[in-house]
């Protein structure tokens, strides 16, 4: 079946350093989101991204999506406190309607 | 914009106990419907979705059922519980094609 792995799995970093987070899936993506979970909360959608070496970026984040449309990173510039939380990617693979969660990466940061 | 309910909150049950949780939604019509579940400090693991009334996928099979009774209703049931099924329960909507997946708040269930 579909996998989408998440690497690391924890990061500790100080606040005003970079962070960066990769997702790899197994088989070819129509498309990869990412998502936001702050401790306790639920997830919250943050961007998709859809074509094949793609990059968007919204303020201090930036995402790409490979050529292959099999992976896909976020970097986050100069972490803040607010940044703290687990960041997931979610693929789809052509036509189908459900989305598999990387494994998810939990950012700290610390003051 | 959707808004997803889900309640409780928090759940405690024994095991061997049954369990529903409901989940409606608001601001769409026939939405794509998905169940979650989330260990402590793990990944989402995608348990059921739905794309209509009646029309259930099951990703992994266990002891857990989902129903859709109406457009906007999806429900989570089990007839006994496993300590195994302790976790936080997620419903989402969205996610046609390439739309997001919009969160409930989540329900904490710990089976003893």
């Known amino acids: 079946g579909q996998q989408v792995m998440q690497i690391p799995q924890y990061q500790h970093v100080q606040e005003g350093e970079d962070f960066t987070t990769y997702c790899n899936s197994s088989?070819?993506?129509?498309?990869i989101q990412w998502y936001k979970q702050r401790p306790g909360g639920h997830p919250v959608f943050l961007i998709q991204?859809?074509?094949?070496?793609e990059v968007k970026k919204q303020k201090r984040l930036t995402f790409q999506f490979g050529e292959a449309k099999k992976n896909s990173s976020l970097h986050i510039t100069a972490t803040q406190t607010t940044d703290v939380g687990t960041y997931f990617c979610?693929?789809?693979?052509?036509?189908?309607?459900?989305?598999?969660f990387g494994t998810g990466t939990r950012l700290t940061v610390i003051p | 914009s959707q808004t997803i309910h889900q309640w409780p909150a928090t759940l405690v049950q024994p095991v061997g106990s049954p369990l529903s949780l409901e989940c409606t939604v608001e601001?769409?019509?026939?939405?794509?419907l998905y169940w979650y579940r989330q260990a402590a400090g793990r990944g989402l693991q995608l348990l059921f979705y739905?794309?209509?009334?009646?029309?259930i996928s099951s990703e992994v099979p266990q002891n857990l059922s989902a129903s859709r009774p109406q457009d906007r209703q999806f429900i989570l049931s089990s007839k006994k519980l496993l300590l195994s099924d302790s976790g936080f329960y997620l419903c989402?909507?969205?996610?046609?094609?390439?739309?997001?997946?919009?969160f409930g708040n989540g329900t904490r269930l710990t089976v003893t």
């Open positions: 979610a693929g789809r693979t052509s036509g189908a309607n459900n989305l598999f």
């Open positions: 088989t070819t993506l129509s498309n």
């Open positions: 991204l859809v074509k094949s070496g």
């Open positions: 601001g769409t019509s026939n939405p794509n």
């Open positions: 739905s794309v209509g009334i009646g029309q």
């Open positions: 989402a909507a969205g996610g046609y094609l390439n739309s997001p997946l919009h």
